[in-house]
């Protein structure tokens, strides 16, 4: 059994609490399952709801100052949610050595490591906001068409589906990605869907998790 260790936690969703109401929720149970598992005592939680290329968002530089001041580990669930800046690379230098990241395990990162993951982050980011860009001058452009579609039988109907499967596809993806991270903490799947239900994640249909629900998307 290890030693326990004084640590803060740190958790961000990149937009708001109505676009992304479970995702900090998500992260303090897979953060808080790490801790208590390689024996750090939380302190104090600092979370924020904000762009990860921001190195000057405010809950950021005060979790950095507290661990500075309080010579005290900083937890945090992925690299990409503690920043996708390079700049921060060097602005966290100083507590480099205090940083742990459940995805990664309880190891001091390497700050090779840690530049790659910030550097892919940061081009993850750069990729998003041209896609949207372009999807907002495609569908600008496309806002001319003429309404009551003679052929709706043929063309609006198939791509109605073509979106709620696209929509599907979209949302697997994201509780895949989720049981992935919760399994990393230890999770069962049995046990990953009650921690869904009691963090209010729903089907797409707005219903509660049965395990072979989870279990049909996990390995669709």
């Known amino acids: 059994m290890k030693p326990t260790r004084h640590a803060i936690t740190y958790i961000r969703a990149s937009t708001t609490e109505l676009l992304q109401p479970n995702s900090l929720e998500v992260q303090r149970a897979i953060v808080d ?3 208590m598992t390689n024996g750090y005592d939380i302190q104090r939680e600092f979370f924020e709801y ?30 990409d949610r503690f920043s996708r800046s390079l700049a ?8 480099m050595s205090r940083l742990r990241f459940a995805s990664l395990g309880d190891i001091e990162p390497s700050p090779l490591v840690l530049s790659v ?21 495609l569908l600008k452009e496309r806002d001319g068409r003429v309404w009551g579609n003679p052929s709706i039988n043929e ?11 696209a929509n599907a596809s979209v949302f697997n993806s994201r509780i895949k990605e989720l049981i992935a991270d919760l399994k990393a903490a230890g999770y069962t799947l049995k046990q990953c869907v009650s921690k869904l239900n ?17 279990y049909r998307v996990v390995n669709y």
């Open 88 to 95: 921060s690379f060097a602005k966290s230098s100083h507590v």
């Open 33 to 35: 399952s790490f801790a």
């Open 198 to 214: 009691n963090l209010g994640v729903r089907t797409r249909r707005n219903k509660q998790w049965t395990y072979h629900l989870l």
């Open 155 to 165: 063309t609006a109907y198939p791509a109605g589906l073509a979106v709620r499967k």
């Open 117 to 137: 993951l910030i550097a892919a982050g940061s081009n993850e980011a750069a990729n998003a906001r041209i896609r949207i860009k372009s999807t907002m001058q």
């Open 50 to 79: 904000g762009s990860g290329c921001d190195d000057d968002s405010a809950q950021w530089n005060a979790a950095l100052s507290f661990a500075e001041d309080n010579n005290c580990f900083i937890l945090c669930w992925k690299v």
